[in-house]
């Protein structure tokens, strides 16, 4: 086996797992939300994920090894975009995660959470129209074929559970998230701004957890199983295997394909864990989300052939 062939199969093999521990952390979130609200869930996961990444931060500033002269010139280049790319990435971080905090809580389950959640991908090249980016006429049949899965996954009686209506903003929030990242990642260190980022949203979400929620010390040690599940697994350990993944493979479109299947995961997490078996009609619009997920990654060429 050839040196690329290793690195592409330990880059799969990271970027899978990354994909199963984000999966499985709808069901931390879904029994988290059994104890404690969703602004004190999201508060300490997040703060807790801020601190968890800050030994990734030195081992990966250990591991670059740059010089004097290097550090200098990306500092005053950096200092502006990390401030203020934390800041609003941070902002959007926290509505994203406060909404799909309050949709898991008000009765989403994590598969059916998972999937809508994923459509971001789908969001993000209709938001990039805003930024005069043109957009490949598959995308709109992926857009169709997606609302028709979203249709039979979530609409029932004609209508929508204002659950499942709050993941789907959560994922307008974070094609927001990922746009500005994308503006934003070029000029920073990415893991010092992810760090950051979950430290402004957790900041964000306490205010609101304080004058609204009750932030019981019990309740609160109920739930530590899953606020650790995803503030250290979910934040520190799997964003750390995404990044030495996408390193490893230098494949862009077929990393972004494990990932997705983060979505998948979520799904059999929740069968595993909380029985949540779904419908074959949430099968059949499961199915349909996931297929124009997918064929919305493949680059034109590969679409083509």
Request: aromatic share 8%; glycine share 8%; net charge positive.
């Amino acid at each position: 086996m050839t040196t690329e062939k290793k690195n592409n199969l330990t880059g799969s093999i990271m970027l899978m797992i990354c994909a199963i521990v984000w999966g499985s952390s709808f069901v931390a979130q879904t029994t988290g939300a059994e104890y404690v609200g969703p602004f004190t869930f999201i508060a300490l996961r997040s703060l807790l994920g801020s601190v968890a990444l800050i030994p990734v931060i030195f081992i990966m500033g250990a591991l670059k090894k740059k010089n004097t002269a290097e550090i200098a010139e990306e500092n005053s280049k950096g200092k502006k975009f990390f401030l203020l790319g934390g800041l609003a990435c941070g902002v959007c971080l926290c509505f994203a995660s406060v909404l799909q905090q309050m949709g898991i809580d008000k009765g989403t389950s994590p598969g059916k959470a998972g999937f809508i959640t994923a459509l971001y991908i789908l969001l993000v090249p209709i938001f990039s129209i805003a930024l005069k980016k043109k957009i490949r006429p598959v995308i709109w049949l992926c857009v169709a074929a997606s609302l028709v899965g979203l249709y039979l996954l979530c609409v029932t009686e004609n209508s929508i559970q204002s659950s499942d209506f709050y993941v789907l903003l959560c994922a307008a929030c974070y094609a927001v998230h990922i746009l500005i990242i994308d503006y934003v990642s070029p000029h920073v260190d990415g893991v010092k701004l992810s760090s950051m980022q979950f430290f402004i949203c957790g900041i964000m979400a306490s205010v609101p957890m304080l004058l609204n929620e009750e932030v019981s010390l019990e309740l609160i040690k109920a739930a530590a199983p899953s606020i650790a599940y995803s503030g250290i697994m979910s934040s520190g350990v799997a964003y750390t295997l995404q990044i030495l993944g996408q390193q490893k493979m230098n494949q862009p479109t077929v990393a972004s394909m494990i990932m997705s299947l983060e979505s998948v995961f979520a799904v059999i997490s929740g069968m595993i864990v909380l029985n949540q078996i779904p419908t074959m009609r949430e099968a059949i619009g499961c199915v349909l989300m996931f297929a124009a997920i997918i064929v919305a990654q493949l680059p034109e060429k590969k679409l083509a052939k």
